[in-house]
């Protein structure tokens, strides 16, 4: 069996980030401690991590070169956090989004791992100078923020604390490329980092154009789905003005830059998310999907194995070329 010379990561945090975390890192051949201060949590991730690799191993979508099994033998459940944090090279937080809970997590953590450890946490918004600000050493931390679900879509955001080594952002990102993540850097932090101030701007204007009976819910879906979400899988916007003019950026904005800023300079307050506006859209949406479990997890299901094929079509892009 081909591991990662024995390093070890931790995983704090046992739920669907947590989880995915654990599979991502095995698939690197890492072994991997998962933590959880609810007793019998960890073992039951254990269980529903399991279940998954096969789950991937028959439908030939496993990340890494070991099988399942390979990869479940790398994987242990603690309850005990100084036994889940012996050995550790790398610690991942990925508990629900509450600053005080990380804030009170980094500060037991510091005091059972090394200083050459990095702790990284998960969070999706809350800023690197808040989530670490009762750490003593905070050269060593760093948000690792995934994309939901992480083992199926592998942007990584690296946020470094003001103090963070530029090593430990080097070090991090080394990391998340050799298991297979696509890691960015922010070089500074900034309220919702870069993917959720972009996601946002997208959800605010989608809201308002249904709220304003401009396009129903179903339809604006499928301007993402069916049009920009095309391209977008393989260029993103800049590299979509790129290409979209004769002569490339310069004259996409000589052609252009006059109409986006009139249709910019008519975008609307930001949303609610409440009140009847919340309650027409969300009615509209359970039309098309209920809100049950089993609706629910179906749609899941489905998005996740669309979006591994999709990781390994650009993965492997010449096979696609003609």
Request: aromatic fraction near 6%.
């Amino acid at each position: 069996m081909n591991t990662s010379t024995g390093q070890i990561v931790s995983i704090i945090g046992s739920g669907l980030i947590g989880r995915s975390w654990a599979m991502v890192f095995l698939s690197g051949g890492f072994r991997v401690k998962i933590f959880d201060n609810q007793p019998g949590q960890a073992a039951n991730a254990i269980q529903e991590i399991r279940k998954q690799l096969e789950e991937l191993q028959k439908a030939s979508l496993l990340r890494g070169n070991l099988s399942a099994a390979d990869q479940l033998a790398l994987l242990s459940c603690h309850d005990d956090l100084p036994q889940a944090l012996e050995g550790v090279f790398f610690v991942q937080e990925s508990v629900f989004e509450d600053l005080e809970v990380k804030r009170s997590i980094f500060q037991e953590l510091e005091g059972h791992v090394g200083e050459g450890v990095v702790l990284s946490s998960s969070t999706s918004c809350l800023l690197p100078s808040n989530v670490f600000s009762g750490v003593r050493n905070r050269t060593r931390c760093i948000v690792s923020h995934p994309v939901n679900p992480p083992y199926y879509v592998r942007l990584v955001e690296l946020v470094p604390h003001p103090e963070t080594l530029p090593e430990v952002v080097d070090r991090t990102h080394a990391l998340m490329t050799q298991v297979g993540q696509a890691p960015i850097r922010l070089m500074k932090e900034i309220d919702g980092f870069a993917l959720n101030r972009v996601q946002y701007a997208i959800i605010a204007e989608s809201w308002r154009l249904v709220k304003e009976g401009v396009i129903s819910v179903q339809d604006i879906d499928l301007v993402m789905s069916e049009g920009l979400g095309m391209r977008y899988a393989f260029i993103g916007p800049m590299e979509t003005m790129h290409l979209n003019a004769p002569e490339g950026l310069e004259d996409y904005l000589r052609r252009y830059s006059v109409g986006m800023r009139r249709v910019l300079s008519s975008f609307g307050p930001v949303p609610e998310f409440s009140g009847e506006e919340a309650e027409a859209i969300n009615q509209e949406m359970c039309d098309l999907i209920p809100n049950d479990h089993h609706h629910l997890s179906a749609r899941r299901e489905q998005r996740d194995h669309l979006l591994m094929g999709l990781a390994k079509l650009k993965k492997h892009p010449e096979q696609w070329q003609g």
